[in-house]
């Protein structure tokens, strides 16, 4: 049986993106619900004016590699760098303020207990 394996620093743009990227490493279904990991590249973003994430799960984030500015609702702006990490409560407004233009941002995101999407159902199966 294989095993994921890999390099979040592989494969880092050059130049500025478009929008952030978003990569999930692994998922995996749990009795709470799924766990996903997902590698975020940041070239300058950030949430729309006025735009606040509202997700019903939990989410560690770390920032990997350089740096950003994380806003949950109620505080002030976080300024995070390598290393440093936050855990969002499910529920939590909060909202990526800044990310840095000049060099790529690279987050580590693990999404705890979100909903399982139901499968679909293929041809010839039964509910």
């Given at each position: 049986m294989s095993v994921p394996a890999?390099?979040?620093l592989a494969g880092l743009p050059s130049g500025s993106l478009?929008?952030?990227l978003f990569t999930t490493l692994t998922e995996t279904a749990a009795s709470?619900?799924?766990?996903?990991?997902?590698?975020i590249l940041s070239t300058g973003?950030?949430?729309p004016e006025g735009f606040w994430y509202d997700q019903g799960w939990d989410e560690f984030?770390?920032?990997?590699?350089?740096?950003?500015?994380l806003q949950l609702d109620g505080e002030a702006e976080r300024t995070l760098g390598p290393g440093d990490w936050l855990m969002i409560p499910a529920g939590r407004r909060h909202r990526v303020a800044w990310t840095d233009p000049t060099a790529p941002t690279v987050w580590l995101a693990v999404h705890i207990g979100e909903p399982i999407?139901?499968?679909k159902m293929g041809r010839?199966?039964?509910a």
């Open positions: 890999g390099n979040l478009p929008d952030e709470t619900g799924a766990v996903r990991i997902e590698r973003q950030a949430s984030v770390l920032v990997v590699q350089g740096a950003a500015r999407p139901p499968k010839g199966q039964n």
